[in-house]
C-alpha cells in the first residue's frame, strides 16, 4: 500500500496545479476538482509511457528542446480528448502553452512540498 502514497501525491499535486493553470488565460478549461483528479491521473500515466522517448539528451539537444515541447502538447491534448470536463478552448496553442504552464506550476508546488518536508525526494 506503501507504494500508492507517491501516486496519489503526484495525482494530487498535478490536479491543484491543473486547477491553478485553468485560471491562467490560456485556453484550459476545468470543470470541477473531479475532472482535475482524472486529468492529473492521466497526464501522469500518459506522461509515463512517453517519458522514454523525452528522456532522450540526442533529441533534446539536436531539436533545442523542441521535441519535448510537442510531445508535451500531444499528451496535454490527449488527456484533454480523454477526460469530460476538461478542455482546450484554442486546440494546439492552449495545449502548448497549458503544457509549459503546467510544467512550471508543477514543478513550484512540487519543491515548496519538497522543502516543507511533505514528500520525500527522489
Not at 483528479?37 to 501522469?44: D, E, K, P, S
Not at 500515466?45 to 539528451?57: D, G, K, Q
Request: net charge positive; glycine share 10%; no cysteine.
Amino acid at each position: 500500500m506503501a507504494f500508492l502514497l507517491p501516486i496519489i501525491i503526484t495525482t494530487l499535486v498535478m490536479a491543484i496545479s491543473l486547477i491553478i493553470v485553468s485560471k491562467l488565460p490560456l485556453g484550459v478549461q476545468v470543470d470541477s476538482f473531479g475532472s482535475s483528479l482524472l486529468a492529473g491521473l492521466v497526464l501522469g500515466i500518459l506522461n509515463a509511457l512517453v517519458r522514454p522517448v523525452t528522456a532522450s539528451v540526442f533529441l533534446n539537444v539536436i531539436s533545442l528542446g523542441l521535441v519535448s515541447l510537442l510531445l508535451n502538447a500531444i499528451v496535454f491534448g490527449l488527456a484533454a480528448v480523454l477526460v469530460s470536463g476538461f478542455r482546450l478552448r484554442w486546440g494546439f496553442l492552449s495545449a502548448i502553452l497549458g503544457g509549459l504552464a503546467l510544467a512550471i506550476v508543477y514543478s513550484v508546488l512540487d519543491r515548496i512540498l519538497l522543502s516543507i518536508g511533505l514528500i520525500a525526494a527522489g
